[in-house]
């Protein structure tokens, strides 16, 4: 498992358990975000993983 500073842990875990995911769902989620919001990857790109792919909803 990784080691994430505290605050982020528990940002985390509230993200998580917020959604009704796990955590390696919702750091999939995170990372998704990212990378679409920095140019490393297109919509959809992401949009291709449906494992990983949640509504706007799910994510606002």
């Not at 985390?12 to 998704?32: G, K, N, P, S, Y």
């Amino acid at each position: 498992m990784m080691k994430l500073a505290p605050e982020i842990e528990d940002a985390l875990d509230r993200f998580a358990l917020e959604q009704d995911i796990t955590r390696e769902e919702a750091l999939a989620v995170i990372a998704q975000d990212w990378l679409i919001g920095a140019g490393y990857l297109t919509a959809e790109e992401g949009a291709a993983d449906e494992e990983v792919l949640l509504s706007a909803e799910l994510r606002a």
